[in-house]
């Protein structure tokens, strides 16, 4: 029966075996590593001197400013932050979903206003407490950005509308 002392020695030589192994390999791939970097540098070096040559042989007859760019008004979309109302704003500033709410709320709302609740069943939602919460979320948060007015606690009105 071997010794225990034997084993070990013998799973230590193994294992320095397999050190020396892989340093070995390890300088290899560092030496194709160094080899490879230094292929890279060229070729950047190579591509900028071509792109600065290339820049001085093509001189612009005329000197170039900055185009202008047209500007395009963004639709907005679901989800959009609802932007706080100033003069000259239409509601076609506003994403479609906050649109609606305010054509029902002009269209249906009296001297009094309308609560959330209301104003889901006009919009056309169930009335389940998540969605007249939602409903309630878009009218407070118009409210604060001053597209409508909340006179009462959870009670709305168009804007400029005393109740």
């Known amino acids: 029966m071997p010794s225990v002392v034997g084993l070990l020695e013998a799973r230590e030589s193994a294992a320095r075996v ?4 892989l340093r070995v390999e390890a300088d290899r791939i560092l030496a194709e590593l160094s080899e490879a970097e230094a292929l890279l540098e ?3 070096i190579a591509l900028m001197e071509l792109t600065e040559a290339l820049a001085a042989d093509a001189q612009p ?3 170039v400013g900055p185009v202008p760019v047209p500007v395009v008004a963004k639709e907005p979309v679901a989800g959009s932050v ?3 109302w100033r003069e000259g704003m239409t509601v076609q ?3 479609p979903e906050y649109r609606r709410l305010l054509a029902v709320l002009e269209a249906g709302a009296g001297p009094e206003g309308l609560r959330a609740k209301e104003l889901a069943g006009l919009l056309g939602g169930e009335l389940v407490s998540a969605k ?3 409903v309630r979320v878009k009218a407070k948060r118009l409210a604060a950005r001053g597209w409508l007015a909340e006179e009462r606690p959870g009670v709305f009105t168009p804007r400029g509308t005393t109740g």
């Open 18 to 21: 397999r050190v020396e192994e």
């Open 132 to 134: 007249v919460e939602g």
């Open 93 to 95: 500033a506003l994403a």
């Open 61 to 63: 007859e005329e000197p």
């Open 82 to 84: 609802v932007p706080g």
């Open 42 to 44: 060229r070729r950047i």
